[in-house]
């Protein structure tokens, strides 16, 4: 009994003992395994952490993409050294010529009693593709350089089709200093004479009479080089400065080409004094006066050129080719409409000497009216042609207003949508050659036949405008014309006379006539 005691207390102290030794041991064990995951978890943290700075630095390191309809898509680098931006102006315009007739009959030809017919294009509820236009503009080194491209595919008389445009390069040197200038320069860059309206927001369809008249350009985009001063700050106001040099001549772009070393020149300045006062009725005053400066060489217009494709008589392949298109020598005044335009004044191919178009423009905005003013005068010296000098003197008043929106009357802006805007304008243009010689080479004539020396056109035109949303807007205008001097196949073409035996009674030409088209618009900026 004893011994089997004896060997029970031992076997117990035997266990005791090993337990008291490796409860420690096994604590130890314990204690690191549990610091071995708390430095493996801190590792994966750490990782973790490393990662996601790296996720969110490749993000950042992505191009960003925008959209703003009207201002087109951008892609831009996440560092602004570099962006891109796209955008398509695209209109779609209706005209019809109520009273007009497509085609008119004469008996004037070689042979007494022939009958004649010719196309007016006074037809009703035509479409046609005003601007049809995508453009690229790219820039670097957070825009400090700017390089813009456009394409230009509208249809209509007088319009190109699937043609280079806009192509220039400006360099932004107002980023280092606002009081230093922009440079541009290219084989078509923008610029200006008159305070002109906006195709996508104005109140009035088309530009002034007298730009549109002239066959330089409407808009002032020519080949060269130009120095732009944009809105520098001075005392309450600020002030916009062009000067521009025009290396083939004003509204001489890409693809064509004048033979002659003579160049041309545009100035411009703008001032809007009270920007920044507290008077509402000051603060939306902006003033501006610029003028176009070219002198034309006659000798450019008889010059021909000489090109392969024709075989004479001793095999050589040449063929002269008729270059006398190319000298801007026209005034004409005429109709907006793409469509069934109307010509009641034309002098074209000026003689020589120089030609400058120059005039004042007022803007004036108050709460959701706005009213602005141009006149311009056309002067053209027409050395040894028989005009004996050409002139053509214009102006215009437009009336804006923002009629309603879904904030309430007298509310509303083109990028708010649901708005209504109203406008109505008065213009007028006056024609006249200083000679009255009228000959089938030249005189201030309008059709054959026809010989007013001078003319006064007028234009009344309503506008209204739906804004269906930003960069859209569907627009209808009523314009209401009248000539002094109508020539005779125009008062037949309008509706004014029902022939041309009435039409060449009487007045014939000198007759006064007035006549009203009718268009529908639907306008989009990408």
């Not at 109709?335 to 000497?353: C, K, M, P, S, Y």
């Amino acid at each position: 009994m004893n011994k089997r005691l004896r060997l029970l207390t031992a076997i117990c102290f035997t266990l005791a003992a090993f337990f008291l030794l490796a409860v420690p041991v096994w604590a130890d064990s314990v204690d690191e395994k549990i610091k071995a995951l708390e430095n493996e978890l801190t590792r994966l943290k750490s990782e973790q952490m490393e990662l996601k700075k790296e996720a969110v630095a490749a993000a950042a390191a992505l191009p960003e993409f925008t959209y703003r309809r009207g201002s087109g898509l951008t892609i831009a680098a996440a560092d602004k050294s570099w962006s891109m931006n796209f955008t398509w102006t695209w209109n779609l315009f209706n005209h019809s010529h109520p009273g007009g007739k497509p085609v008119i009959t004469t008996e004037t030809g070689p042979v007494s009693g022939d009958v004649i017919r010719s196309r007016t294009n006074q037809n009703n509820a035509q479409f046609t593709i005003r601007r049809n236009r995508p453009e690229w503009t790219f820039c670097w080194a957070d825009c400090f350089y700017e390089m813009s491209l456009s394409m230009d595919m509208a249809e209509g008389a007088d319009e190109t089709v699937a043609n280079a445009r806009d192509n220039n390069l400006s360099v932004h040197f107002e980023n280092w200093n606002p009081y230093l200038p922009r440079l541009n320069l290219g084989t078509r860059i923008p610029g200006s004479v008159y305070l002109g309206r906006s195709s996508s927001s104005g109140f009035s369809s088309e530009h002034s009479l007298v730009p549109s008249s002239n066959s330089t350009t409407s808009t002032g985009s020519s080949s060269g080089i130009a120095l732009w001063w944009e809105e520098i700050p001075v005392g309450s106001g600020d002030f916009t400065f062009l000067v521009r040099w025009l290396d083939r001549g004003v509204g001489v772009v890409l693809g064509e080409l004048r033979d002659t070393n003579k160049k041309a020149a545009n100035l411009y300045f703008q001032t809007r004094p009270f920007k920044n006062t507290k008077n509402m009725w000051l603060q939306g005053i902006t003033f501006a006066v610029g003028s176009y400066l070219q002198p034309i060489d006659k000798r450019a217009n008889s010059v021909n050129e000489l090109e392969d494709g024709f075989e004479d008589d001793s095999g050589d392949t040449i063929e002269l080719i008729s270059r006398d298109v190319e000298e801007p020598t026209r005034l004409r005044m005429r109709t907006h409409e793409r469509l069934g335009r109307i010509t009641v004044f034309d002098a074209n191919r000026i003689g020589g000497g120089l030609h400058h178009m120059t005039g004042p423009s007022l803007r004036w905005q108050v709460g959701p009216y706005q009213l602005s003013g141009v006149w311009l005068a056309d002067r053209w010296q027409g050395k040894r042609d028989s005009f004996r000098g050409v002139r053509g003197d214009g102006w215009k008043i437009e009336n804006g207003f923002w009629l309603w929106s879904p904030k309430g009357p007298f509310t509303g802006s083109s990028s708010t949508a649901g708005t209504v805007a109203l406008g109505w304008s008065f213009e007028r243009e006056d024609g006249r050659c200083n000679s009255r010689f009228v000959g089938s080479t030249g005189g201030c004539v309008a059709g054959p036949g026809q010989d007013p020396h001078q003319n006064a056109f007028i234009n009344r035109e309503l506008d209204l405008y739906y804004y269906i949303s930003r960069g859209l807007r569907l627009g209808f205008w009523w314009n209401w014309w009248k000539a002094h001097n109508t020539p005779t196949e125009t008062q037949v073409a309008v509706g004014c006379k029902r022939n041309i035996a009435a039409a060449e009674a009487g007045k014939e030409s000198g007759r006064e006539c007035s006549w009203h088209t009718i268009s529908f618009g639907l306008q989009y900026a990408f």
